[in-house]
């Protein structure tokens, strides 16, 4: 069964590292920042950050645990 996109780019951005546009339409969608969006609504959030130009990247915000 194919993964939907919403599962597709938590997998990829699991890692917590900056992901270029180029990539994220390349492995998730040319509509990629949709997927972002309906993902912000579920909670989860992202950084933005200008690398050259109009040109951007993105990484997956993780939260890290309290440890008790």
Do not use: P
């Not at 997927?35 to 993105?58: A, N, P, S, V, W």
């Amino acid at each position: 069964m194919k993964d939907n996109l919403q599962d597709r780019m938590l997998q990829l951005m699991s890692d917590a590292c900056w992901h270029s546009t180029e990539e994220l339409v390349e492995k998730i969608s040319h509509r990629f920042s949709a997927t972002m969006h309906t993902l912000k609504k579920r909670g989860y959030q992202f950084d933005k950050r200008r690398i050259q130009g109009q040109q951007h990247e993105y990484r997956l915000l993780i939260k890290q645990k309290a440890i008790a």
